[in-house]
């Protein structure tokens, strides 16, 4: 069975697929390695697929990163964070299970998002679906964090965020690479971030 007739009996449209290889090829190869032959290619498609779909290079890595960010969106399960009232611990396991299923399970999303970060910088049409998809993240959890009853909810939402994103980069691709601490672990790190930020 080829990867499009796998794709289509498994609910995943065609596009969709195409997006999918380029995500999986951007973790693989990098930047470098993303051409729309070799996503034709290792997504098992009759040549000139890629293209039909996104006609560009650009149009490509946009096609990419919205599906990225669908797909981040439900590994870091942001539908499943606590309400206001669930509490800082609850709010701290949650975070730890967001940051541990990713780190365990999403890997080749983390390595693909920083391929894309990276060449957002670059290319400013990119940077703005980048900053676009970006506010889906960071908005929960400013939110949260004024519900928490922080004052500057968006300074303490960048602190829990920015340690978040250091956390993930130095056990994906820096030098903790090889040591991704357990959810528990998480939890107790998460915790005493969120109490030291909010003064409690």
Not at 26 to 37: E, K, N, P, Q
Not at 109 to 128: G, H, M, N, S
Not at 136 to 148: D, K, V, W
Not at 158 to 172: R, T
Request: contains cysteine; hydrophobic residues 45%.
């Amino acid at each position: 069975m080829t990867a499009d007739r796998s794709a289509r009996t498994s609910g995943v449209s065609r596009a969709e697929l195409i997006a999918d290889t380029a995500i999986a090829l951007l973790a693989g190869r990098g930047m470098r390695g993303l051409t729309h032959r070799a996503v034709d290619e290792a997504a098992g498609l009759p040549p000139g697929s890629t293209s039909n779909h996104a006609r560009t290079r650009a149009a490509l890595l946009e096609l990419a990163l919205r599906r990225h960010a669908a797909r981040e969106a439900r590994a870091l399960t942001l539908e499943e964070l606590p309400g206001p009232a669930a509490g800082l611990e609850t709010l701290a396991d949650a975070l730890a299970l967001a940051l541990h299923r990713t780190l365990t399970d999403h890997r080749e999303l983390l390595v693909a998002r920083y391929e894309l970060a990276l060449e957002a910088t670059r290319r400013p049409e990119l940077r703005k679906i980048y900053d676009e998809e970006g506010r889906a993240f960071r908005e929960p959890l400013i939110a949260l964090m004024a519900a928490a009853g922080s004052a500057t909810p968006e300074r303490h939402a960048l602190s829990v965020l920015a340690w978040g994103e250091g956390l993930m980069f130095s056990c994906a691709a820096g030098a903790y690479h090889a040591e991704v601490p357990g959810r528990e672990e998480l939890r107790e790190r998460i915790g005493e971030l969120l109490r030291g930020v909010l003064g409690r």
